[in-house]
Each structure stands twice: as C-alpha cells, then as structure tokens.
C-alpha cells in the first residue's frame, strides 16, 4: 500500500541540477509531501517538506504540481556527497502519524 | 554539542540472548522511534513513543520491547523471540510526533 512512487535509481553529473520525481496521486488534502535522504551507512537525513505551495531551503528546492498528485525534489547543484537514497514520503502532521519509508531513489552523482 | 546518539556503532551477540541498543537525545525533543532496516530497504517502525512513560507499537513490534522513563533516552531490547534480530537499527526524535524527526547515526546488529 505504498503512498508514493519514486524511480529505483537515476544518475547526476557533479555541477548539474538533479531533479529527482515522486508520485503521489492518493495524497489526501491535509498530507504533505517530506523528503529524507540517506547516505550509506548512516541515518536518514531531513531535507524539506510542503504542503502545496513551492518550498526552498538551503539544501534543495520542492516543487509541488498543481493537483499535488506528484513533486519534484531540486538539488540545485549536485556534488558527490549528495550520493545518496532519497526517500519521498507523505504524511499528515497530525500527532502519532508516522514516516513510512519505501524504497526510495538511490542516486548516483558522477565526476 | 546537541544531537542523537546510538551506541554501539557496531554489536554483535549469540542467538538466544537479548540485547539492549542505546537512544540517547539531548534535543528537548518529546517523541522519540525506533526503526529497522534490512539491506536495500527502507526503514520500518518499531515503536514510538509521543512522551515520556508512554509508548506505542509501531509495524513490526513482535520481537522487540521498549521502554522511556526519561525524556532523553529511549532504549530498545531486541529479545530472542525476534526471528531476524540482524538488521541496522535507527533511532530518531523530534519535538512532537507531528514535526520531521532527526535520526542517529544508527547500530548495526549481527547475532551470530
């Protein structure tokens, strides 16, 4: 019963944008749409979130569609040690509803 | 310097014997969770817990046990009824269970 769909794996040059996809088509009005990643080995790193409008911060930039039934996370300009899964989850901010991760996007940042 | 620790980084036990894993948060953070990952997975929920002296089961709780009796430390004993105890196991916090939660660095299980 997974709530989003992310590409298994996707590759980056260093210096280029990397625009990683998330689907979402069952998201219900009051869940917003998180992004974690997770370099090997270590835990799970919080990158943003939003609701439907577009969010930026100083690690990456989400991009919401209209309908909200997918988003697109930005890392502006990818270096090596942004190697990592990146996980795309939705969830409502209501207290005792948790993160479920799924497989997420494990991606490849290339010299 | 504030943070989330787990230690050990690495643990290593003989099947049949239980074993504690170490959540320690100097965050103020009220609810704090235990999660597990197996090798090219994502992470699934053990427990959680929304305060101090009160805690939840998460997906897979069958196996583990928990307990908090101090806002800052939330430790988890893996028993031997867990079938699969060797996994990578994460801890993480936040404020309340509705904020994004900030993970530690994670112990990694091997029962021999």
């Known amino acids: 019963d997974a709530k989003t769909t992310q590409p298994t794996s996707m590759d980056c040059a260093e210096g280029r944008a990397a625009n990683l996809p998330c689907n979402h088509s069952?998201?219900?009005?009051?869940?917003?749409v998180y992004w974690y990643r997770q370099i090997h080995s270590q835990g799970p790193q919080y990158i943003i979130h939003g609701l439907k409008n577009n969010e930026t911060n100083e690690m990456a930039s989400l991009i919401i569609t209209e309908d909200r039934k997918s988003s697109t996370l930005i890392l502006p300009h990818a270096t090596l040690r942004d190697t990592a899964v990146y996980y795309c989850i939705v969830r409502a901010n209501n207290a005792g509803n948790m993160l479920t991760f799924g497989g997420g996007t494990r991606l490849m940042v290339k010299p | 310097d504030g943070g989330i620790t787990q230690s050990p980084k690495y643990l290593f036990r003989k099947e049949g014997q239980n074993v504690t894993l170490s959540c320690e948060q100097n965050?103020?953070?009220?609810?704090m969770y235990w999660y597990r990952q197996d090798p090219g997975q994502g992470l699934r929920l053990i427990y959680y817990?929304?305060?101090?002296?009160?805690?939840q089961k998460g997906d897979i709780a069958e196996g583990y046990s928990v307990s908090r009796e101090k806002k800052e430390s939330f430790p988890l004993t893996v028993t031997s009824a867990q079938k699969n105890p060797t996994a990578f196991y994460l801890c993480a916090s936040s404020p309340h269970s509705e904020n994004e939660q900030f993970f530690g660095p994670g112990t990694r299980l091997t029962v021999l």
């Open positions: 069952t998201i219900s009005g009051n869940e917003y």
């Open positions: 817990s929304q305060i101090v002296n009160d805690f």
């Open positions: 965050l103020n953070h009220d609810a």
